[in-house]
């Protein structure tokens, strides 16, 4: 019975673990000024609760909030970013087609930190997205994962640092 136990109390653990949320949680901080001009992204994290998602998300959304984060970071002064995501929503591929059209909604809570300061946070925020989608094949192909990531990358940028990591031009969904 006893060596029964063990693995399980392991299993256990490593479920909680990986569900944990990466950030230390509190009230939201603003950006420091002088962080605003002189970051430059490190590592990306991100943790969840239990969210409806394909096996791939984590990946997905790392991805591409790094890539929208690299775009609109370019200091010399590494921080780390640790999302928590809270909520998932994705409207069906089916639904999307037939209703003509969708969203897709994604929010959480984004913390900054320097990782040569003992992960001192430095920016704490929330965060909340909503991708309308138009409907018809394009919604039955759309990789809703991506672009709702992507989206989610974007919205740090503009409410963390005042800008669009993508300036404005015709295949930016998200310019003024």
């Known amino acids: 019975m006893r060596s029964f136990l063990v693995p399980l109390s392991m299993a256990a653990?490593?479920?909680v673990a990986a569900c944990a949320p990466v950030v230390s949680g509190g009230p939201p901080i603003p950006v420091m000024p002088g962080l605003q001009q002189t970051a430059q992204l490190g590592a990306v994290y991100m943790s969840s609760g239990w969210l409806s998602a394909e096996d791939d998300f984590q990946d997905?959304?790392?991805d591409e909030v790094s890539q929208e984060m690299r775009r609109c970071l370019v200091g010399t002064a590494p921080v780390d970013v640790r999302i928590h995501i809270d909520r998932l929503d994705r409207e069906g591929?089916?639904?999307?087609?037939?209703n003509g059209g969708g969203e897709h909604?994604?929010?959480g809570t984004v913390e900054f930190v320097y990782p040569g300061r003992g992960n001192e946070v430095?920016?704490?925020f929330p965060v909340s997205v909503v991708v309308h989608d138009n409907g018809g094949l394009n919604g039955l192909v759309t990789d809703r994962q991506m672009v709702v990531s992507e989206a989610f990358g974007r919205a740090i940028c503009e409410e963390g640092f005042g800008r669009n990591p993508r300036g404005p031009n015709v295949t930016n969904a998200t310019a003024d």
């Not at 591929?93 to 037939?98: D, E, K, S, Y």
């Open 13 to 15: 653990v490593v479920a």
């Open 105 to 107: 909604r994604l929010s």
């Open 93 to 98: 591929r089916l639904a999307t087609f037939l």
């Open 60 to 62: 997905t959304f790392t």
């Open 122 to 124: 430095v920016g704490r």
